[in-house]
């Protein structure tokens, strides 16, 4: 606690003091916003989500990618959602829905040990499929499931 | 700050089995106010990085269809109990908290 306090009063220091200066090390908000794919979250197409993530937009079905999600999500704001990629050699996999204002939901790139899993909760409008790309070894597969959404998830 | 990530991390067979709750309102900027009808603006994580012995596990670039307090879950391998696994978050207004876990 404390010595997350003392980094924390530092690095809020060092950057009232010198606007961007950050010891080495710490990651700053500038360069992770700079990484960001701004577009591909604003896109509000598929195609142009996907191609925003991963530079293409051609992708292949696969059998070998295990989407599990509920059929029927009673509430829209908290749909869980499992992706299993059995691709050798997977390393990203995007959830999009392409029923919500901007389809891209997530994408999380795997380092060198990460299995091809990822499993978290995402925000539905309105029934959609729900749409996984997974990129391996240069090339796009994608898979899908419908989720029928009784209570969307956006609006108050 | 007061700590807003949950992590454990488990040895399962050779794999580590990540888990992690992180406390954050997510908010998509669709929404509006009730009171007043305005949209309250967007807030949200975008991008969380987890790294075991100074090496990324695994990057994720959030959009704002991600659930309010959100849950995240991956595995990976290469870990033995007792290393330390880092998990750090950046919202869209800049803010930020990171945690770190001994794995089990």
Known sequence: ?156 | MAKSIKVRAKLKGGETVVKALISHAMETGQRKDKKTGKKIPAHFIQEVTCTHNGTEVLTADWGTAISKNPYLSFKFSGAKAGDVLKMSWVDNKGESDSVEAKIK
């Open chain 1, 1 to 156: 606690m404390n010595t997350n306090r003392r980094s924390f009063i530092k690095r809020s220091a060092a950057v009232s003091a010198l606007g961007v200066a950050v010891s080495a090390g710490l990651i700053t908000p500038r360069t992770v916003l700079a990484a960001w794919p701004k577009a591909a979250f604003e896109a509000t197409d598929v195609n142009g989500a996907v191609s925003g993530t991963f530079g293409s937009d051609a992708m292949a079905d696969s059998g070998d990618i295990t989407l599990k999600a509920p059929e029927i999500a009673e509430n829209g704001a908290v749909v869980p959602i499992t992706v299993t990629s059995d691709i050798a050699g997977t390393e990203a996999i995007s959830i999009l829905i392409p029923g919500n204002p901007t389809p891209l939901t997530a994408t999380f790139k795997m380092g060198g040990n990460a299995a091809g899993f990822v499993s978290t909760r995402v925000k539905m409008s309105k029934t959609s499929d729900v749409l996984v790309v997974v990129k391996a070894g240069g090339k796009l597969y994608s898979s899908k499931q419908e989720v029928k959404v009784t209570i969307g998830g956006c609006g108050g």
